[in-house]
């Protein structure tokens, strides 16, 4: 998986400033801890490169990156201390012609479609998108899309829990940048359990775990239909729709008419991104039967399986 594909799978990437190097280890690690192993580190601080160099060696698996690059001088600095993509606030030719001789990812801030001109004209096929909510945000880069379809976006500047999900569904949009995980003021108290319970709120906003539906084994399709009948006999549940594996109650239940995945049955959890959750879920240990995988015409994850049964239970990952 390339420096992209990471990030897209992450979909966050927390954009931080380091005032005292030591403070980039725990940081880093509670950002980790949160769910998201990435950060933007900023060069608006002195001690930006030596920050980098010290999470790198503490956490060789954490992508990072260095941000707010102005020079050449600064890539060849932040190469030097481990950072893995460079991030400019706007598109200075001289720093992104460098990176791409360098052979380092860069994403350079573009504003403008003159920017996003000059960006495509070097081949490069994913741009910083800042001040995101000041220049239009998501209207503006709906509305760019159409010309330069070619150009996806990492949108940054305004957004944050309230947006990030809108930004997100859209498919030119790879992943949002922010800070409302990581503020100053929490950075410099050294309050890293809150930036880890911020990180963590901003990953579950993200994904959005709810449960779909629960799926119930039986012995055949006559009883899974007499258990779904019983249900709206019950309950009022209406059978809502029937296909060769089950009969669905409301839109909660599915009696499967036989066995089905797992001893009991299935759980099915619905999620905004199947693509994201799944790389959230494998970060965790989590391993997908591949067989169970499948993918819209776009190439998208819409559902897969975990290996593992919870209570007898087997888990698929779904679209909502």
Known sequence: MDILQKIEALGIVPVVKIN??????????????GGLPVAEITFRTECAAQAIQAARAALPDMLLGAGTVLTTGQVQSAMEAGAQFIVTPGFNPEVVDFCLEKGIAVFPGCPTTSDMEQAIARGLKVVKFFPAEAMGGLKFIKAVSAPYGQLKFMPTGGVNESNLIDYLAFDKVVACGGSWMVPGDLVEKGAFGEIERLTRSAVQKML?????????????????????????????????????????????IEVIKGRGRGEMGHIGV?????????????????????????YDAKGKLTIGYLKETIAGFAIHIASK
């Not at 239909?225 to 019950?234: G, P, V």
């Not at 999620?271 to 499948?294: D, T, V």
Request: with cysteine; hydrophobic share 40%; aromatic share 10%.
């Open 270 to 294: 619905a999620c905004n991104f199947p693509h994201r959750a799944k790389a959230y879920l494998e970060a965790l240990g989590a391993e997908f039967i591949p067989e169970s995988l499948s």
């Open 20 to 33: 005292r190097a030591e403070q980039a280890v725990p940081l880093c690690k509670a950002l980790c801890a």
């Open 208 to 252: 959005g775990f709810e449960i779909k539906h629960v799926g119930i084994n039986t012995e055949s399709p006559a009883a899974g239909l007499a258990a779904a009948r019983r249900f709206e006999t019950l309950f009022g549940w209406k059978l809502t729709g029937e296909t060769e594996g089950g009969v669905f109650c409301d839109r909660h």
